[in-house]
């Protein structure tokens, strides 16, 4: 009897045993899944948002040409930069100085322009000059003039100014030491021998004349007439 006890007491302690051990495993819905590590929700937001400005992009062809393109106000201000302005173009003629300024001038005239033309003076630090070296005194200046007119000479010009240059007879004065070496080859043919081509380094005038709204005809004859001063340069400058 007590042997029969004692193994129904062990038989119901082995199965309490059994069912602390295993019933959550019994109990367990078999069809629930596995557990995933979590996932970083931080992550998750901006994936999120990316996909959200994706969509956008895709469904309003505007928002994307802007995001990928240059504004059209900074197109059109490029491109209106870029455009030469219209200017007003006038006709130059110049450099003159001394005979050839006469003899400009009295060819000009003949034109009768009126308004259509107008002159101005030009200031160079410096340029050269054809010249008879200083004389003694008043009257080696007077022979020396006679003799200048006897060859055809009439443009010169007597300094008067104290200092080394006093007395000294300039002939002509010149922009480039070419133009004036020319000058200088027709005094030699015209028997002035006593001339001399020198650097100027003082400031010198000239004066150049400026032609506007000039019909074609007019504009032929003054080209023509630049064939008599092959040192002097016609040109189109901006009227202003």
């Known amino acids: 009897m007590t042997k029969w006890v004692l193994g129904l007491l062990l038989a119901a302690n082995i199965v309490f045993f059994a069912a602390m051990q295993w019933g959550g495993v019994l109990t367990q819905d078999v069809d629930a899944t596995v557990l995933q590590p979590q996932f970083n929700t931080d992550k998750i937001k901006l994936d999120s948002e990316v996909m959200l ?3 956008a992009t895709s469904a309003n062809p505007l928002a994307q040409a802007s995001a990928n393109s240059i504004t059209p106000a900074s197109i059109l201000s490029s491109e209106l930069s870029s455009v030469p302005k ?13 005979r050839g300024l006469a003899d400009a001038q009295a060819g000009l005239a003949a034109l009768k322009l009126g308004e259509k033309t107008s002159q101005r003076i030009v200031e160079h630090a410096g340029g050269f000059w054809v010249y008879i070296p200083p004389l003694k005194n008043h009257t080696e200046v007077q022979k020396k003039i006679d ?3 006897k060859r055809g000479i009439e443009d010169y010009f007597v300094v008067q100014e104290e200092g080394a240059w006093l007395n000294t ?3 002509g004065v010149f922009r480039t030491e070419e133009a004036a070496q020319r000058f200088f080859a027709t005094l030699r ?3 002035v021998r006593s001339a001399k081509v ?7 005038k000239f004066t150049v004349f400026l032609f506007k709204d000039l019909d074609a005809a007019t504009s032929g004859k003054i ?11 016609l040109k189109l400058v901006d009227c202003n």
């Open 223 to 233: 080209h023509a007439m630049q064939k008599d001063f092959p040192d002097s340069e």
């Open 86 to 98: 219209s200017t007003k173009q006038c006709l130059q003629w110049g450099e003159f100085s001394g």
């Open 169 to 171: 007879i300039s002939l």
């Open 53 to 55: 400005t994706s969509s």
């Open 147 to 149: 003799q200048l007119k």
């Open 198 to 204: 020198g650097e100027r380094m003082s400031k010198l």
């Open 189 to 191: 043919e015209k028997g």
